[in-house]
């Protein structure tokens, strides 16, 4: 499958800007900006600048539901591109194969690095649950276990899931059309979310992402995202890249963020966030595509975003506990030194985890003949 730049490069802001946020979190502890010792007009600027630099980093969150979508569009991609050989193309027992190569060995080092390295936040005691984790069933028993170990791998579980259950959401997009498909799959994912929040409030786990049908709506955006954009590439393109869709996220976000305002008004928000922040990463992705040496950078990146995205978060809890002191200036040039270190780290992690699996595949070759 021909990769597009641009999706690569979407997904290296996403993670980097998830990476960001779990540092920032844990650097500004209570959540709280503290006072500024400015006066004067060209003070009351940067003390603006601040703030928005304090609230745009408290909304990084918000790129996880930019990799739903990525993630939507990018599997909707390639397997369109193999059923247009005919429908007995994809065969989805090997696509599951693919899958399960592709997700679960990297996974599971994950785990082994978290195991053995010594800069990590270790929060809670390495115990029986690890046994669900590595088998990404974090959803069990929720509360215990979503979050063990490394909050960050509950993406997992629901990732499991969206793959579970793909060939019924591309055969009824194939079936349906973009227009439909998406209608029908939104009004059920938001229905899941009305169902967990309002008639039988669980626990808010299941709607982050425990139960994949309360995500539905963003990851079934990605997928008609995908069918549009092979039906009309450059007006797509156009929107995305051109300043249009980064207009459009810019005027929307405000109203996107009223949603936290209310427990009906919540079954919307990770959609109208999520979709918003994807109009943003990607609208400064066009910028970014304007300059070849960046662009291959964060491309980069975002080839290898799984392995970043695995692998990051002990590892800034550790060094935020241990910068809460320091100035923000310094916590953001160490930021910089950090995000870059830690992508080189899961770049490294990945290749060598593919590299190892596909030699390992290439050996049991010979004894299938």
């Known amino acids: 499958?021909?990769?597009?730049?641009?999706?690569?490069?979407?997904?290296?802001?996403?993670?980097?800007?998830?990476?960001?946020?779990?540092?920032?979190?844990?650097?500004?502890?209570?959540?709280?900006?503290?006072?500024?010792?400015?006066?004067?007009?060209?003070?009351?600027?940067?003390?603006?600048?601040?703030?928005?630099?304090?609230?745009?980093?408290?909304?990084?969150?918000?790129?996880v539901g930019v990799f739903i979508i990525l993630g939507g569009w990018t599997l909707m991609q390639s397997t369109m591109r193999r059923a247009e050989s005919g429908p007995a193309a994809v065969g989805w027992g090997a696509w599951y194969g693919a899958r399960f190569l592709r997700l679960y060995p990297m996974y599971w080092v994950a785990h082994l690095v978290y195991l053995v390295s010594?800069?990590?936040?270790?929060?809670?005691?390495?115990d029986s649950r690890i046994i669900l984790s590595l088998l990404g069933l974090r959803f069990i028993d929720i509360q215990m276990n979503?979050?063990?170990?490394?909050?960050?791998?509950?993406?997992?579980?629901?990732?499991?899931?969206?793959?579970?259950?793909?060939?019924?959401?591309?055969?009824?997009?194939r079936r349906l059309g973009p227009w439909w498909f998406s209608f029908v799959a939104c009004a059920a994912g938001f229905f899941a979310r009305y169902v967990l929040l309002v008639v039988w409030p669980q626990n808010g786990l299941w709607v982050l992402g425990g139960f994949a049908i309360c995500r539905l709506p963003e990851f079934v955006l990605g997928m008609s995202l995908a069918m549009w954009h092979a039906r009309s590439t450059a007006r797509v393109e156009w929107f995305l890249l051109r300043g249009m869709g980064l207009f459009l996220g810019l005027v929307l976000y405000p109203a996107a963020l009223l949603l936290y305002g209310g427990r009906y008004d919540y079954i919307f928000v990770d959609f109208a966030t999520g979709t918003c922040c994807f109009l943003e990463i990607v609208g400064v992705v066009g910028i970014i595509s304007?300059?070849?040496?960046?662009?291959?950078?964060?491309?980069?990146?975002?080839?290898?975003?799984?392995?970043?995205?695995?692998?990051?978060?002990?590892?800034?809890?550790?060094?935020?506990?241990?910068?809460?002191?320091?100035?923000?200036?310094?916590?953001?040039?160490?930021?910089?030194?950090t995000l870059a270190a830690l992508s080189a780290w899961g770049m490294l992690l990945e290749k060598a985890t593919n590299t190892l699996v596909n030699k390992l595949l290439s050996l049991r070759k010979p004894a299938h003949a």
């Open 290 to 337: 304007l300059f070849k040496r960046p662009a291959k950078v964060f491309g980069l990146v975002g080839i290898y975003s799984y392995g970043l995205y695995l692998i990051h978060q002990p590892y800034v809890i550790w060094l935020g506990l241990r910068l809460r002191e320091q100035p923000i200036w310094m916590f953001l040039v160490i930021s910089v030194v």
């Open 118 to 126: 010594p800069f990590v936040a270790r929060l809670e005691p390495v």
């Open 146 to 173: 979503f979050m063990y170990l490394n909050a960050a791998w509950w993406y997992f579980s629901m990732l499991i899931q969206f793959y579970l259950i793909f060939p019924l959401l591309f055969l009824a997009a």
């Open 1 to 63: 499958m021909k990769r597009l730049l641009w999706i690569d490069i979407s997904k290296g802001l996403a993670i980097l800007f998830v990476a960001y946020f779990h540092f920032f979190r844990t650097y500004f502890q209570y959540g709280v900006l503290p006072p500024a010792d400015w006066s004067g007009l060209a003070a009351s600027a940067l003390t603006i600048l601040r703030l928005v630099w304090f609230k745009v980093s408290g909304l990084g969150f918000h790129a």
